[in-house]
């Protein structure tokens, strides 16, 4: 698996033999409109209480598999 370093330094080669001025400007964009990692994201208390009520049911081992999930749709579709 490559490095992070890798991954940055393959990318700056592509992006310095890139010469559209118009697909560098939108790169731009497309990376400054990504760069917000930093910007804290406030959830509401009804948020925060499904996290809580999910973090319960982990605990407490009430879980379902992805594979019984989906049998249990196609069964509940099948019955419509």
């Not at 890139?18 to 208390?45: G, P, R």
């Amino acid at each position: 698996m490559a490095t992070v370093d890798t991954i940055r330094n393959g990318l700056i080669d592509k992006i310095l033999s890139i010469k559209d001025k118009d697909f560098l400007v939108a790169l731009d964009k497309l990376i400054a409109s990504s760069s917000c990692e930093s910007e804290m994201i406030e959830l509401t208390k009804e948020q925060k209480a499904i996290l809580e009520m999910s973090e319960q049911d982990i605990t407490n081992g009430e879980l379902i598999s992805q594979e019984a999930m989906e049998k249990r749709n196609i069964e509940w579709l099948n019955a419509i």
